[in-house]
């Protein structure tokens, strides 16, 4: 009897999550409910968006440059003091680049392999705050 206890909680705790995930319905931003965070998904810089714990992390790969941007709710984040290490995966090669604080973004420049397919792992550090890992799929 005990074992079917323990399936049922098990069951109930690991259903009862989805309910807990933050789909944004039901409070608003601004008066803008869901539709605030859509917006932060729009490449502002033309690169690809992911969001991480309400961050927006924009990266702009170019066979010569990387460059990250990081907003929260669609405002930049003061990026002193911050620091990313990418990890790119392309063709069974990894390559690691150390990005760092340039204007308004965190930057690299070299030759970097950014054709389509890589997959991309930002470790991104932000003055004061845990470091945040970040992931891409360039198309």
């Keep these: 009897m005990k074992l079917a206890t323990f399936i049922a909680a098990a069951t109930l705790?690991?259903?009862?999550?989805?309910f807990a995930a933050d789909d944004h319905k039901g409070h608003e931003h601004e008066g803008k409910g869901a539709a605030a965070h859509k917006d932060e998904a729009k490449p502002a810089h033309g690169g690809i968006v992911t969001v991480a714990?309400?961050?927006?992390?924009?990266?702009?790969?170019?066979?010569?440059?990387?460059?990250?941007?990081?907003s929260d709710h669609g405002k930049p984040v003061d990026?002193?003091?911050?620091?990313?290490?990418?990890?790119?995966?392309?063709?069974?090669?990894?390559?690691?680049?150390?990005?760092?604080?340039?204007a308004d973004s965190l930057q690299a420049k070299g030759s970097f392999a950014v054709g389509a397919g890589?997959?991309?792992?930002?470790?991104?550090?932000?003055?004061?705050?845990?470091?945040q890992p970040v992931r891409f799929?360039?198309?």
């Design 79 to 102: 990026l002193a003091g911050a620091t990313a290490k990418v990890t790119l995966l392309s063709s069974g090669k990894k390559e690691e680049v150390t990005l760092v604080q340039a």
């Design 137 to 139: 799929s360039l198309k």
């Design 53 to 70: 714990k309400d961050v927006s992390y924009e990266l702009v790969a170019l066979p010569d440059l990387i460059s990250l941007y990081v």
């Design 118 to 131: 890589t997959k991309v792992v930002a470790n991104v550090s932000l003055k004061g705050q845990a470091p």
């Design 13 to 18: 705790g690991i259903s009862s999550g989805a």
